[in-house]
């Protein structure tokens, strides 16, 4: 599976070491080939972060009777486990399903009521399953409330918290860091690199309640955005051809009229009140 995400062979120009360099990925990682997921796996993984998209609350039970009403037969370990693989989470409490972090790390949410006025003030960041024509990544990806602008995202192909860190770290060399970064309270933001980095920096750090996706309303959103416009649209070969069409589609994103900021363009909102 992980065979397709980068061309053995020098493309366009960019050797292997260099497009693991691009798309954020150990070199090591790379040359490691780990047993990959069969075919019909991955297509019921597609078809269930579709799903979610359409009906939030969707748990294990719902997605093996959505896959049995399109011909597949799973038991639910089977179900619950190609979720948790593709990190797919319904937006209220269910065991399981999302891989929780240390309870000591979990911290308050803090936007609930909050009014967001300035760019900057506020940040979300979550990761999310990205499926290929054979295999899949993870995108994570930071957005400006305020705006509506990506500030920073990145690829991986795991869920470790190290590759969400290092786009954090990434957004805020670029553009200055937040006041609050909001995060859900999976594993990737509920451990001890993650929230000391934050707290080293004077950063505030806000956690969704447990299952609460909508708190995180505005990179969900965005989830849903990308995936229907470009992702399902342009299921990438490899690795390279993913983060050159995702790198294209933002640089579009960024400069067309967004509703949800009255038809303003997110990069000029946030230019502007930089």
Known sequence: MKRSLISTKEKEGLSIREQCELIRINRSTFYYVPKGEKPENLEMMKLMDKHILEEPTAGVLTMQSMLYDKGYKAGYERVRRLMRKANIRPIYPRRHLTCLGEKKYIHPYLLRNLKIVRANQVWEVDITYIPMQQGFMYLTAVIDVFSRVIVGWGLSNTLDSNSSLEVVKHAIAKHGKPEILNSDQGSQFTCLDYVSYLKR??????????????????????????????IYLNPAEDGISLYKGIKSWIDKYHHRDHQGIGRVKPMEKYQNAA
């Open 201 to 230: 920096n004077g950063i505030q750090i806000s956690m969704d309640g447990k299952g609460r996706a909508l708190d995180n309303i505005y990179i969900e959103r965005f989830w849903r955005t990308i995936k229907y416009q470009h």
